[in-house]
T-cell receptor
Framework: GENVEQHPSTLSVQEGDSAVIKCTYS??????FPWYKQELGKRPQLIID?????GEKKDQRIAVTLNKTAKHFSLHITETQPEDSAVYFC????????????FGTGTKLQVIP | SAVISQKPSRDICQRGTSLTIQCQVD?????MFWYRQQPGQSLTLIAT?????????ESGFVIDKFPISRPNLTFSTLTVSNMSPEDSSIYLC???????????FGPGTRLTVT
């Protein structure tokens, strides 16, 4: 089955700096890669996703890149703000028919004011 | 997206008992899933709730322990049976809306087994 590894497990940055979280996946058939943000005591929220036919996607301060050859994808947050502090999960799935999303282990991001 | 609610939001149960968690969506959805998230951990898929047929369970999860129902396209239940302290966790339902691949999560049910 799919295995998703995520690094780092914790990340501290100064407000205004950039943060990068990296994930690798094992199944070359995976074609959909969502990212979730989970604040303490809250549900995971989908913040951005990318499909395998796209190399990069941006949404304001958030961007995701995908390297299919190397089977890794990354989340980039620019101009970080204290409200970006949360646990971030990457995930990978194969779409169509039976869809199972496999999550990474999570990255706890702390933005220091 | 969709508005997803879960009941109960939290419960404390005695070992050996069972708890049924409900998940309600405000619109018809194609897929519904149940996840478990142990404290400080990632999300693990328990099963896919199939409308009108038996759920599809992931490795390590069995129907006798986690029976699931999905009588229609907006509602599903997960039962945690014969509970032990190891079942203490947050249980979340998620839904996939329409033809998109996006999954949205319910608020979760925090279960503590004593």
């Amino acid at each position: 089955g799919e295995n998703v590894e995520q690094h780092p497990s914790t990340l501290s940055v100064q407000e205004g700096d950039s943060a990068v979280i990296k994930c690798t996946y094992s199944d070359s058939a995976s074609n959909y890669f969502p990212w979730y943000k989970q604040e303490l005591g809250k549900r995971p929220q989908l913040i951005i996703d990318i499909r395998s036919n796209v190399g990069e996607k941006k949404d304001q301060r958030i961007a995701v890149t995908l390297n299919k050859t190397a089977k890794h994808f990354s989340l980039h947050i620019t101009e970080t703000q204290p409200e970006d502090s949360a646990v971030y999960f990457c995930a990978a799935s194969i779409t169509g028919g039976y869809q199972k999303v496999t999550f990474g282990t999570g990255t706890k991001l702390q933005v220091i004011p | 997206s969709a508005v997803i609610s879960q009941k109960p939001s939290r419960d404390i149960c005695q070992r050996g008992t069972s708890l049924t968690i409900q998940c309600q969506v405000d619109s018809q959805v194609t897929m519904m899933f149940w996840y478990r998230q142990q404290p400080g951990q990632s999300l693990t898929l328990i099963a896919t709730a199939n409308q009108g047929s038996e759920a599809t369970y992931e490795s390590g999860f069995v129907i006798d322990k986690f029976p699931i129902s999905r009588p229609n396209l907006t509602f599903s239940t997960l039962t945690v049976s014969n509970m032990s302290p190891e079942d203490s966790s947050i249980y979340l339902c998620s839904v996939q809306v329409g033809l998109t691949y996006e999954q949205y999560f319910g608020p979760g049910t925090r279960l503590t087994v004593t």
